[in-house]
């Protein structure tokens, strides 16, 4: 009887699928010898996926610099495969334009010009990232080999179905499979299935809902949190006044849609500012958040003191104590401490040995009185007292955080006043040339963030921990490592002096009012109230495995086969709204049983490797988890195929097949339409 080739399906096409891909080619030959079938179900560009897809507008950048961005496993990841060098997207960029690279589609003259534009430090627009991920999904299947066969399915997955009451194949016997059934009618068989979803949307919280009734009942607008560039902005007015409660990434996509994606236009001024020329289609915005100011800028300057070294204190040398003992580990009491000494100890050095004139003593007595004090302590504190004398220049890891906390304001003209100063000083520290002990806390913090999840397993983490590192940690990283470019601060300025954004303050709450049918902000603390018409909840949604509108994961979920994280705290039981995943990334379900062919990866998961592409050089976690993902399906499919032999069936040698990705209609190119066909967009 001939083999059944072994079947894996990839739910969502984005970039993590692109990466596990990769991975599942650069692993096969050590693993699986034999034929393989592989369906990826996106209805996306494959590579892209819905987040990164090239049909949005022009003017998106990342959110990162062209040198951070790769897609492939460098020889920094410590992980068990092989490393598989290539090159980020600024390499990409470069080969395309010197002709080494030659399997990319004719571009739009926009596109060139960016290609031709890019550096290093540039931030690409969106459209350009799509491209390079396609590319990349387009290499990691050509590298799968002539006997692997990629089907892509341009469709939604509706449900995840175990087999069960069928007479198996003698080849099956003894290995469980599903069915995914696709919104189209196509029901796929499958050996392992791999849910690799990205951003899902949510069905509105019961605040979200209550406003969205509100709305409805007075003819006002509300949009509910959402991918940003996904929401109908039109039935926005010239001159109307919106509520945006949110200043994240979210926010800074919503002034380009709202201001240039409405005609109007930068001009460049001599002192290196930015006037905003409006169009006279904008409305007029009043943004507010917890905070009360965006996220800070990312940094373009360069370190000039000692060089970087590796952390000094949250290692895995100084953890091993902590794991070795029994118990759970608390994050604020015991992980957090060691990560702020940490930043505490890279932000001084470059303090004290790229700038010596701006403090009282040298690094090297600096250094040791600072690794004999504890971060939270009297000591640590009287050091940098005595040898800063500029308090502007302590690090303030609190304050960063919450940078108005105490102050009292006069009210409006005061809070924008404060609220200019404080993005302004913002983009003097991250971008001037004379601070970069910032972009030693950036980096500090970073490698941190990075490392958590490598040296601290999540299952060792209290509940409250687990919660904090998904909530607090989570955020204050990306308020202070994950903000816009800098010429998104310096075009939030313009905007501002243009009279287009008004800033309420930290502190942000909303209410509605029935009685008027406008919804109302305010600010205790700037002193600050405004109603309007309009509210713009500018986040994304939060994740929520009961609440998704995602059919997958709703059917997951209803059907047992999924269940959201819930986590015991002093406050009760709390649900992340993350699926459930073991350290394996199985899906478990509510009994907590593992489903060891059914595997959950990215953003929404109880994972660590949340992200789909990093910087280089960084021994990223989604690649680790990635790597290590693909070398279990490839084991589990070896296993299958061994047990087949062992059962006395006939292995037949599978004659070579041409590798080819199988389009399920006509517009399912493995690029975008309009950058395949070279077509500018407008």
């Known amino acids: 009887m001939p083999v059944t080739t072994p079947s894996v399906v990839l739910i969502g096409g984005g970039p993590r699928t692109a990466g596990l891909l990769e991975r599942l080619a650069a692993n096969r030959p050590e693993l699986l010898a034999g034929a393989l079938q592989i369906h990826v179900v996106e209805p996306h560009t494959p590579g892209a996926g819905r987040i990164w897809r090239y049909e949005q507008h022009p003017g998106l950048m990342l959110n990162s610099a062209a040198a951070d961005v790769t897609m492939f496993t460098d020889a920094s990841v410590q992980c068990e495969g092989p490393a598989v060098e290539g090159p980020g997207l600024a390499g990409w960029a470069a080969g395309v334009l010197a002709g080494s690279i030659t399997d990319v589609p004719e ?206 204190f949250f290692t895995a040398n100084a953890l091993a104590g ?59 504190h009287r050091l940098v007292t005595e040898s800063v004398p500029d308090t502007g220049l302590h690090l303030d890891l609190e304050r960063l955080d919450h940078p108005f906390a105490g102050r009292a304001f006069t009210g409006h003209a005061d809070i924008q006043a404060a609220v200019a100063a404080y993005i302004g000083r913002d983009l003097e520290l991250r971008t001037g040339p004379d601070h970069s002990e910032t972009l030693a806390l950036f980096t500090s913090l970073l490698k941190s963030y990075m490392d958590l999840g490598r040296l601290v397993p999540a299952e060792r983490l209290n509940a409250r921990s687990q919660r904090e590192v998904q909530g607090w940690w989570h955020g204050f990283f990306s308020f202070v490592d994950s903000g816009p470019p800098p010429r998104r601060l310096r075009e939030m300025l313009a905007i501002h002096r243009a009279g287009l954004l008004q800033f309420i303050g930290p502190g942000l709450e909303i209410d509605a009012a029935e009685y008027s049918g406008r919804f109302v902000a ?83 998961t109880s994972g660590w490797g949340a992200g789909a592409f990093a910087r280089p050089g960084t021994n990223a ?22 047990n087949q032999d062992i059962n006395g069936q006939d292995i037949k040698n599978q004659d070579a097949t041409r590798q080819d990705i199988t389009h399920r209609a006509a517009s399912e190119s493995a690029v975008p339409q309009a950058a395949a066909h070279g077509k500018d967009r407008a």
């Not at 700038?355 to 250094?367: C, D």
């Open 107 to 312: 571009l739009p003259h926009e596109l060139r010009r960016q290609l031709a534009a890019l550096t290093g430090s540039t931030f690409p627009t969106r459209q350009l990232q799509s491209v390079y991920l396609e590319w990349f999904f387009r290499r990691s299947v050509a590298a799968l080999g002539p006997d692997v066969t990629v089907t892509v399915h341009r469709d939604t997955a509706t449900a995840v179905e175990p087999v069960q009451g069928e007479p198996e194949p003698a080849s099956r016997q003894g290995t469980e499979g599903y069915r995914v059934r696709l919104a189209g009618g196509a029901v796929l068989r499958a050996d392992v299935v791999i849910a690799a979803l990205g951003h899902t949307d949510s069905r509105p919280d019961e605040e979200s809902a209550a406003w969205a009734g509100f709305a409805a009942r007075h003819g006002a607008f509300h949009a509910a949190p959402s991918y940003t560039t996904d929401v109908d902005y039109s039935p926005l007015a010239a001159g109307q006044d919106v509520i945006v409660s949110g200043m994240g990434l979210a926010f800074v996509d919503l002034l380009v849609l709202l201001m240039e994606g409405r005609g109007g236009r930068f001009e460049e001024l001599p002192d290196g500012g930015l006037r905003y020329l409006p169009s006279g289609a904008e409305p007029r915005l009043w943004a507010g958040s917890r905070r009360g100011v965006p996220y800070h800028s990312k940094i373009t300057s360069a370190l000039r003191g000692d060089a970087a070294g590796e952390p000094a």
């Open 322 to 380: 902590l794991l070795d003992a029994p118990g759970e580990l608390d994050f604020r009491a015991q992980l957090w401490p060691l990560i702020a000494k940490d930043a505490g100890y890279a932000y001084y050095r470059e303090l004290f040995t790229g700038y010596p004139e701006r403090v009282r003593i040298g690094w090297q007595e600096f250094s040791e009185r600072f690794s004999a004090a504890d971060w939270y302590s009297q000591d640590r």
């Open 522 to 604: 305010r600010s205790a603390q700037a002193g600050i109230t405004v109603s309007a018409t309009a509210l713009i909840e500018a986040r994304l949604p939060a994740p929520s495995v009961a609440r998704s509108a995602n059919p997958l994961l709703h059917q997951l979920h209803t059907s047992g086969l999924g269940t959201e994280q819930q986590l015991l705290t002093a406050d009760g039981t709390h649900a992340t709204g993350r699926l459930l995943v073991s350290a394996h990334n199985e899906l478990v379900s509510p009994v907590g049983e593992r489903r060891e062919r059914l595997f959950g990866v990215g953003p929404g």
């Open 621 to 642: 976690a989604p690649f680790r988890e990635n790597d290590a993902l693909a070398r279990r399906i490839l084991t589990l499919l070896g296993g299958d195929i061994k």
